[in-house]
C-alpha cells in the first residue's frame, strides 16, 4: 500500500494526531507559563537572573535525568510515561500560580519539573520513530518544529496579553489546564503500546548506552553542535523580559517566527544535499544578528534581528538527521532524548549564564557576549561537522545505513531538512 505524502499524509497515520496536538498543547503551556513566570518572578525581585532562571530551570535539571533516567525512554510504556509528564506539569504550574509563594519555591517546583521531563522528550521522540518509521521521521519532525514555533507565538500573544492586562497568575492557570487537556489527549489517543527495549530503567544501563552513544566521534560532534550554539542563543532570549519588559512578549512571538520559517525552509523546500551544506551557515546566523544588541536598539529593530536570527534554529533539523542516521533502532529514544537532555540543560545553564552577565554589565551586553560564544563554538566544531556528513559513525552504536530524503516526498520536491531549538 503507498504511504500517502506529504505533510497531509502525517495526519492519516494512527495515533500521530494526538501526539501532535497534544505537543503543540504542551508547547503552548510552557511557552505561556514561562513567560508569566519570568514576569512575575522579575517584577517581584528585580533580577535579571532570577527571571532567566525561573523560565529556564527546567532545563538545568536535564542533566540529572541524561545521568540517572534516560534508559526509561526505552525501557517504560510511552502512553503511561507521556500522561504522566504532562500531568506533573499540570500539578507543578498550578502550584506556581498560588499567592505569594516565595522565590525559593518557584526554583523548587521548576527544578524538579524539569527533572520530570527529562524523560519525556526521548520517550515522545522515540515513540515518533515507531509511529512514522525512520525514513519519515525527518517529516514528521519538521512539522513538530513548524507547528512548535507557531504554538509558540500563540502562547506568548496569549500569555502577553493576560499578563499586560489582568496578571502572571491567570497565565499559569491557563498554562496548567493545556497541560491536563494535554495528558487526556495522551490518555486516550494513544495505544498502550509496549517499551521498545526490555529491562528495567537503571543508573547503570543509563550509563551504559550514554557510554555507548558517545563512543563515536561522528555522533561526540554532532550532539555538541546540537547542545551548545543554540543553547548559548536561548541564553540571550531568556534576557528579552529584562531587555524590553513591556516588549517581552513581542520579542518571543518574532522569535517564534523566525523558528517557524527556518523549519519550514529546512524541512520541506530544501534538497537533501543542499540542507546538509547549511548546518555550519545556519549556526552563525542564528548567532550572527545578536551581535549587534550591544548598541541597544529599540524594540521594533531589535524585533527584527530576533527574527531573522531564530531562522538559524532550522540547523537543529539538519544535525537530527545526522543523528537518527548514526543511531540503531533500539537506541533511538535514547538517542533523541540525550539530544533533548543535553539541549535543554545548555539552555538552562545558559540562561543562568546570561543572567549572570546582565547582573554585571547590561541585558544588551550580556546578549552580545553570549550570542559571540556561540559563534566561537560553532567555529571549533566546523570541521568535525564537516566530516560527520559522509560518515556513518564509529563504535558498535552506529548504523551502516545513511537517512535518504522522505520517501513520501514528490520527486520535485526540493527538501532539507525540532524542540525544536
Same mark, same amino acid.
Given at each position: 500500500?503507498?504511504?500517502?505524502?506529504?505533510?497531509?499524509?502525517?495526519?492519516?497515520?494512527?495515533?500521530?494526531?494526538?501526539?501532535?496536538?497534544?505537543?503543540?498543547?504542551?508547547?503552548? &503551556?510552557?511557552?505561556?507559563?514561562?513567560?508569566?513566570?519570568?514576569?512575575?518572578?522579575?517584577?517581584?525581585?528585580?533580577?535579571?537572573?532570577?527571571?532567566?532562571?525561573?523560565?529556564?530551570?527546567?532545563?538545568?535539571?536535564?542533566?540529572?535525568?541524561?545521568?540517572?533516567?534516560?534508559?526509561?525512554?526505552?525501557?517504560?510504556? @510511552?502512553?503511561?510515561?507521556?500522561?504522566?509528564?504532562?500531568?506533573?506539569?499540570?500539578?507543578?504550574?498550578?502550584?506556581?500560580?498560588?499567592?505569594?509563594?516565595?522565590?525559593?519555591?518557584?526554583?523548587?517546583?521548576?527544578?524538579?519539573?524539569?527533572?520530570?521531563?527529562?524523560?519525556?522528550?526521548?520517550?515522545?521522540?522515540?515513540?515518533?520513530?515507531?509511529?512514522?518509521?525512520?525514513?519519515?521521521?525527518?517529516?514528521?519532525?519538521?512539522?513538530?518544529?513548524?507547528?512548535?514555533?507557531?504554538?509558540?507565538?500563540?502562547?506568548?500573544?496569549?500569555?502577553?496579553?493576560?499578563?499586560?492586562?489582568?496578571?502572571?497568575?491567570?497565565?499559569?492557570?491557563?498554562?496548567?489546564?493545556?497541560?491536563?487537556?494535554?495528558?487526556?489527549?495522551?490518555?486516550?489517543?494513544?495505544?498502550?503500546?509496549?517499551?521498545?527495549?526490555?529491562?528495567? @530503567? =537503571?543508573?547503570?544501563?543509563?550509563?551504559?548506552?550514554?557510554?555507548?552513544?558517545?563512543?563515536?566521534?561522528?555522533?561526540?560532534?554532532?550532539?555538541?553542535?546540537?547542545?551548545?550554539?543554540?543553547?548559548?542563543?536561548?541564553?540571550?532570549?531568556?534576557?528579552?523580559? =529584562?531587555?524590553?519588559?513591556? &516588549?517581552?512578549?513581542?520579542?518571543?512571538?518574532?522569535?517564534?517566527?523566525?523558528?517557524?520559517?527556518?523549519?519550514?525552509?529546512?524541512?520541506?523546500?530544501?534538497?537533501?544535499?543542499?540542507?546538509?551544506?547549511?548546518?555550519?551557515?545556519?549556526?552563525?546566523?542564528?548567532?550572527?544578528?545578536?551581535?549587534?544588541?550591544?548598541?541597544?536598539?529599540?524594540?521594533?529593530?531589535?524585533?527584527?534581528?530576533?527574527?531573522?536570527?531564530?531562522?538559524?534554529?532550522? *540547523?537543529?533539523?539538519?544535525?537530527?538527521?545526522?543523528?537518527?542516521?548514526?543511531?540503531?533502532?533500539?537506541? =533511538?529514544?535514547? &538517542?533523541?532524548?540525550?539530544?533533548?537532555?543535553?539541549?535543554?540543560?545548555?539552555?538552562?545553564?545558559?540562561?543562568?549564564?546570561?543572567?549572570?552577565?546582565?547582573?554585571?554589565?547590561?541585558?544588551?551586553?550580556?546578549?552580545?557576549?553570549?550570542?559571540?560564544?556561540?559563534?566561537?563554538?560553532?567555529?571549533?566544531?566546523?570541521?568535525?561537522?564537516?566530516?560527520?556528513?559522509?560518515?556513518?559513525?564509529?563504535?558498535? *552504536?552506529?548504523?551502516?545505513?545513511?537517512?535518504? &530524503?522522505?520517501?513520501?516526498?514528490? @520527486?520535485?520536491?526540493?527538501?532539507?531538512?525540532?524542540?525544536?531549538?
Amino acid at each position: 500500500m503507498r504511504t500517502p505524502s506529504g505533510y497531509s499524509g502525517l495526519f492519516r497515520t494512527p495515533e500521530f494526531t494526538p501526539l501532535f496536538l497534544s505537543t503543540a498543547a504542551q508547547t503552548a &503551556a510552557q511557552t505561556l507559563g514561562g513567560l508569566a513566570l519570568g514576569t512575575q518572578v522579575f517584577r517581584a525581585t528585580g533580577s535579571p537572573l532570577l527571571a532567566a532562571v525561573s523560565m529556564f530551570g527546567p532545563s538545568l535539571a536535564q542533566v540529572v535525568g541524561a545521568t540517572f533516567l534516560m534508559s526509561g525512554a526505552d525501557r517504560l510504556p @510511552p502512553r503511561a510515561t507521556l500522561t504522566g509528564v504532562a500531568l506533573a506539569f499540570a500539578a507543578g504550574t498550578a502550584v506556581l500560580a498560588v499567592p505569594g509563594l516565595p522565590v525559593q519555591a518557584v526554583l523548587a517546583v521548576v527544578l524538579v519539573q524539569g527533572l520530570v521531563a527529562s524523560l519525556g522528550g526521548g520517550v515522545r521522540w522515540g515513540l515518533l520513530t515507531e509511529i512514522l518509521s525512520k525514513e519519515r521521521y525527518l517529516l514528521g519532525r519538521s512539522l513538530f518544529g513548524m507547528t512548535s514555533g507557531l504554538a509558540q507565538i500563540a502562547g506568548f500573544a496569549t500569555g502577553g496579553v493576560l499578563v499586560a492586562a489582568l496578571s502572571p497568575r491567570p497565565a499559569l492557570l491557563l498554562a496548567a489546564l493545556l497541560y491536563a487537556g494535554a495528558a487526556l489527549g495522551l490518555r486516550l489517543g494513544l495505544t498502550a503500546r509496549p517499551p521498545r527495549a526490555s529491562g528495567r @530503567p =537503571s543508573v547503570r544501563a543509563t550509563w551504559r548506552a550514554n557510554a555507548l552513544l558517545w563512543s563515536s566521534p561522528a555522533r561526540r560532534c554532532v550532539y555538541l553542535a546540537l547542545w551548545v550554539p543554540n543553547g548559548l542563543i536561548v541564553g540571550c532570549e531568556s534576557l528579552y523580559v =529584562s531587555y524590553a519588559p513591556e &516588549a517581552a512578549g513581542t520579542l518571543f512571538a518574532c522569535a517564534a517566527l523566525g523558528m517557524f520559517a527556518g523549519d519550514v525552509t529546512i524541512g520541506r523546500l530544501l534538497s537533501p544535499a543542499r540542507r546538509a551544506r547549511l548546518g555550519v551557515p545556519l549556526l552563525l546566523l542564528l548567532a550572527g544578528p545578536y551581535l549587534l544588541f550591544a548598541l541597544r536598539p529599540p524594540v521594533p529593530v531589535a524585533a527584527v534581528l530576533v527574527l531573522v536570527a531564530s531562522a538559524g534554529f532550522g *540547523a537543529s533539523l539538519v544535525q537530527q538527521e545526522r543523528l537518527v542516521a548514526l543511531t540503531p533502532d533500539e537506541l =533511538s529514544g535514547h &538517542a533523541l532524548g540525550l539530544h533533548s537532555a543535553g539541549m535543554l540543560t545548555m539552555q538552562g545553564a545558559s540562561a543562568a549564564l546570561a543572567g549572570a552577565l546582565a547582573e554585571l554589565t547590561s541585558p544588551g551586553a550580556a546578549m552580545t557576549a553570549t550570542a559571540a560564544a556561540s559563534v566561537t563554538v560553532t567555529a571549533a566544531l566546523a570541521r568535525g561537522l564537516r566530516t560527520a556528513r559522509t560518515d556513518n559513525g564509529v563504535g558498535e *552504536a552506529a548504523t551502516e545505513t545513511p537517512v535518504h &530524503a522522505p520517501a513520501d516526498l514528490p @520527486p520535485h520536491t526540493t527538501t532539507d531538512a525540532p524542540p525544536t531549538r
